[in-house]
């Protein structure tokens, strides 16, 4: 079998490639219409696809994007699932080195399309040439690709084709990694038609082989990257170094390469600072020189001390073998999860479970279960796997999953004072966010004990403690205390501004939460401006079908309904249920929540019959989702009680409010808080029906309620007026 290969100005030449396009694309004239974009150039043939130059045509905003675009005639079996494969992947990567993924689609005459960030920059390699970077500027620009690539990995996603001309530097000197065509998820057990494909000379042995993707692939690629990049600049005094970290890197054997990308990009930092290499072991005169480089000015002085000289010494080194064998102590951690995690993926294979292949829930139980049992005596290993699979959980929603492995992960983590602080950080976060609905006071605690710990000295740090200021804010709103809300989600956002990158996700998120608290309050107008804002970055950074986009278009219809612009409510509105529908599935939970805010706008609007029927979808869906997993039936038989009595059906209305508290014990399935308008409720349908003192013990249980929590002004001017039908 021959080796499908890519190369650069050639990739349209391989043989899977001249399948895939058929009788080839004519180029796109100018001025043609792909989706919302109209064609300006083509730029280029590379990856699986031709790429054009585009712009927006749909007067939304202006932007500028790479259009891909693949044949109507190629093969579409091959060519439709590597397309998706590649826009699936890219999807699940927003990172600052790297093009993000903006939309796509099938146009109208059947071009597979989709679009990504334009960049306008230089290939890596010239780009250091042009500028003479030195040894320290080359090695900044491949942190800074490690750093994108790393991302990936921790995403399950690796590249596979890593080399000069897929890295553009732009005109600020920010690297992006482009073009995903051949990536591979480490999480998808299908067949993989790229499997083989490669670029000479960067190619790992077991791609030539067609060996399954993984990750020591891309470490090859990152190892021969750094070579081209350091071959006009020879680092003399480091020489025996730098080529000992290019042939660990590069090493014939993928086991005997840098176990994940932070080992190497560890090495890297080590080169620039002037500290021993993992990849190197050398001797104590070596490791004297590089401290003497480290120190020059403080090494003057220790000669000069004598004895302090030998003492410092000593004290240093004994420092640099800590750092060694905590280095050393991480990458075993880290091959240890790696190989655990491709063994419970390989389970996958239909060919091990007699042709079926397992769901994600049998895979993520079946590797909880091997956690305890095989990983009894190496914590740090147990530790991260939990955590990793307790993460799964709670983005499938399912926090009662999630809780008994992160209290694992928080306990293991209380007995390793050797664990970082920031690592720590997360899992008090994650324990939290598992028990938010259930266990209140205790999330409470654990976001404060992660706040003691964590700081803000990377990005990631920074994103972590956005994250918890954000959760902090959620539960004081879970709670009723609203003023302590609204002032922690200005924290969190003005945190957010000097903090996060750009695209930060965590921005956008506190924007959502601040301007869907001010609707329909004296400040409607900030709430609009807050949730445009949120929509723009939504759409530009995370993309046009993210939950955050969707999440932003709701809250937006209902602050457009609270100043009086219902059609354009409507409108926006109707785009969230399909969006939704397309996302999460008729079935789940968000949906379920969106029925809730369409209904919400209809009674606002005076048409509580045309609000049934979505709650009563919302309802069934709440009733079959797990107990740990409905969040919103509770706010759903507040707002069904609300129709019904609207419609004059006082005692329908009864039999959802009752329901309502019943269901609502311990503050669950609810996403509002009862401040006590849910006792208010039960009251006022009571006393539509004339049952005066039944109404009267309602009210006075809401009462005690909205003092307790306390209520805001305007529930509490609703508890101070006399019930209607019972004011005589």
């Keep these: 079998m021959t080796t499908l290969t890519f190369e650069p100005g050639g990739a349209l030449r391989s043989r899977l490639v001249s399948s895939l396009l058929g009788a080839g694309l004519a180029p796109l004239e100018p001025g043609t219409r792909i989706g919302p974009f109209r064609v300006v150039r083509e730029i280029g043939q590379g990856g699986l696809g031709v790429v054009h130059l585009a712009e927006r045509a749909d007067g939304a905003f202006e932007q500028q994007v790479a259009l891909k675009l693949i044949a109507p005639e190629a093969d579409a079996d091959v060519a439709e699932a ?3 494969r590649e826009r699936r992947l890219l999807a699940r990567l927003q990172h600052p080195n790297i093009a993000r993924l903006l939309d796509g689609g099938r146009s109208e005459t059947g071009l597979l399309w989709f679009a990504m960030d334009h960049v306008e920059g230089e290939r890596i390699d010239r780009w250091c040439d042009r500028h003479q970077c030195d040894l320290r500027a080359r090695i ?15 995403r399950l996603v690796v590249h596979r084709d890593i080399k000069p001309s897929n890295i553009l530097v732009d005109a600020d000197g920010v690297p992006k990694l482009l073009d995903f065509g ?6 998808d057990a299908s067949d993989d038609p790229a499997r083989r494909a490669a670029t000479p000379g960067y190619a790992s042995p077991e791609q030539h082989r067609g060996d399954p993707a993984g990750v020591a692939q891309d470490i090859y690629q990152l190892g021969r990257l750094l070579a081209a990049l350091l071959e006009r600049t020879p680092a003399r005094s480091r020489r025996a170094d730098v080529e000992a970290v290019c042939r660990r890197a590069t ?10 990308v932070e080992g190497f990009a560890a090495d890297l930092r080590a080169l620039v600072e002037h500290r021993p290499v993992a990849a190197r072991r050398g001797g104590s005169l070596h490791r004297f020189g590089l401290l003497v480089r480290r120190h020059r000015l403080g090494t003057i002085g220790l000669f000069a001390a004598g004895l302090v000289l030998v003492a410092t010494i000593g004290y240093f080194l004994w420092n640099l073998d800590l750092a060694r064998d905590r280095a050393e102590r991480e990458a075993r951690t880290a091959r240890r999860v790696s190989g655990f995690l491709a063994s419970v993926f390989e389970q996958a294979d239909p060919a091990r479970n007699r042709g079926v292949r397992p769901d994600v829930d049998t895979l993520l139980a079946e590797g909880a279960r091997r956690i305890e049992t095989e990983l009894a005596d190496e914590p740090a290993v147990m530790g991260e796997l939990l955590t990793t ?8 929603n399912d926090n009662h999953a999630a809780q008994p492995l992160l209290d694992r992960a928080v306990a293991l983590a209380e007995h390793d004072p050797e664990l970082p602080s920031s690592v720590r950080a997360q899992r008090y976060w994650l324990q939290a966010m598992a028990l938010r609905q259930t266990d209140r006071d205790r999330a409470a605690a654990l976001l404060e004990r992660a706040q003691a710990v964590i700081g803000d000295a990377t990005p990631e740090e920074a994103g972590l403690h956005n994250r918890i200021l954000h959760a902090q804010a959620m539960l004081d709103s879970a709670a009723g205390r609203k003023d302590r809300m609204v002032a922690r989600l200005h924290e969190a956002l003005a945190h957010g501004r000097r903090h996060l990158p750009e695209g930060d996700p965590g921005t956008t998120a506190n924007l959502l939460s601040l301007g869907q608290e001010l ?3 004296d400040r409607g107008d900030e709430a609009l401006d807050l949730l445009e804002e949120a929509l723009r970055r939504a ?7 993210h939950p955050y986009t969707v999440y932003a278009q709701s809250m937006l219809a209902s602050a457009l309904e609270a100043q ?7 409108a926006l509105m109707g785009q969230v249920l399909v969006a939704t529908r397309e996302l999460f599935g008729e079935r789940s939970g968000n949906y379920a929540v969106q029925l809730n805010q369409q209904a919400g706008l209809l009674l606002r609007r005076g048409d509580p019959k045309a609000a049934e029927p979505p709650l009563r979808q919302a309802l069934a869906i709440g009733e079959a989702l797990s107990a740990e997993n409905d969040l919103a039936s509770v706010d759903t038989l507040q707002l069904l009680g609300d129709a019904l009595l609207a419609q004059g059906d006082a005692p329908g209305a009864e039999a959802a409010y009752r329901r309502m508290l019943e269901r609502n014990r311990e503050g669950r399935h609810a996403q509002e808080a009862d401040v006590g308008q849910r006792s208010l409720k039960l009251a006022q349908a009571l006393a539509a029906q004339e049952r005066c003192d039944e109404a009267a013990a309602a009210l006075a249980t809401a009462r005690r309620r909205a003092a307790t929590v306390p209520a805001p002004p305007s529930l509490q001017s609703e508890l101070a007026v006399p019930l209607r039908g019972c004011d005589r």
């Design 82 to 84: 590597l397309l998706a």
């Design 140 to 154: 900044g620009l491949m942190l800074a690709v490690c750093a994108a690539v790393a991302y990936a990995h921790a």
């Design 182 to 187: 051949i990536a591979a998820a480490l999480d």
């Design 251 to 260: 090493a014939a054997q993928a086991e005997a390469r840098y176990a994940n």
């Design 389 to 396: 699979l307790a993460t799964v959980y709670l983005k499938l």
């Design 519 to 521: 609707i329909g309050t």
């Design 539 to 545: 759409r530009e950074f995370q993309g046009e079908r």
């Design 564 to 570: 009086g612009r219902s059609s354009e409510a409507e």
